[in-house]
């Protein structure tokens, strides 16, 4: 009974309106989404400033170790022609972390009643798919600079030619997936959320959710970091001129 009351208090997708040129635009998630890109300006403007080649502070140390892992990642996964996207690399992770974290903001006025003023932008599936699809068109773009028109083309046949459509239909998938794997874990962290804050009793609620929001936090560290992996693991196979092994190719 308990949980079919809850079924009827909690709202998914909801979110404040704007109408502009005929489209329906969610502010909430673009207000979230702008504070996100504002802190990410601010810590590479601030950072900028701050560079030093003596002893680095903390916020250029942040910054080189990031830089530092995305290269190794790189260098192993492409080589030293990799090191080209490592600025895409490092700005992914870090905007989809801070987009994540932005959910741990508590910021509903009344909690287990209205939503999040602040929620996480990657809680909704509208900036995932836009960035999984920026990502996957620049992999095509490199995938044609590497290997040519024909080399492209050629590599759906690989390694044999029966097996193309099922290429054809990964290749398709593939921003799809991207999508839903940041999406879904986004979102089902909100909902968790959502259905303790309404199914517990009221002086228990708040205690469930500030047990649940440090697992949320590392969950999202988690997803910011495999979105940039497999970013780079997209960049590696698509200029690469050898096939990947089956193996790498079930791991995504």
Not at 8 to 14: A, D, F, L, M, Q
Not at 122 to 150: C, K, Q, Y
Request: contains cysteine; hydrophobic residues 50%; proline residues 7%.
């Amino acid at each position: 009974m308990r949980t079919l009351e809850a079924a009827g208090n909690i709202s998914v997708g909801v979110h404040p309106e704007i109408h502009l040129l005929g489209l329906t635009v969610d502010a909430d998630i673009v207000t979230s989404t702008l504070l996100a890109m504002a802190i990410l300006l601010f810590l590479g403007f601030r950072m900028r400033a701050k560079v030093t080649d003596g002893v680095p502070g903390k916020l250029q140390l942040m910054w080189e170790l990031l830089v530092d892992q995305v290269n190794d990642l790189a260098d192993t996964a492409i080589g030293p022609k990799g090191r080209k996207f490592v600025p895409i690399g490092v700005t992914l992770f870090l905007f989809i972390l801070i987009c994540n974290w932005i959910g741990f903001i508590p910021s509903a006025l009344h909690p287990g009643v209205s939503g999040d003023i602040l929620p996480a932008p990657t809680s909704d599936v509208n900036l995932p798919l836009a960035m999984a699809l920026f990502v996957i068109v620049w992999v095509h773009v490199e995938s044609f600079r590497a290997r040519g028109i024909r080399g492209y083309f050629r590599h759906y046949r690989q390694p044999y030619v029966a097996l193309t459509p099922i290429n054809v239909i990964e290749e398709i998938t593939k921003p799809i997936t991207l999508t839903f794997r940041l999406f879904g874990n986004l979102f089902s962290g909100g909902l968790m959320i959502a259905v303790m804050v309404t199914l517990l009793p009221i002086f228990v609620s708040p205690l469930g959710e500030l047990v649940w929001k440090p697992f949320d936090l590392f969950i999202g560290l988690i997803q910011a970091y495999i979105f940039m992996l497999l970013t780079m693991l997209y960049f590696a196979f698509a200029t690469s001129h050898d096939e990947p092994e089956p193996a790498l190719e079930m791991s995504h």
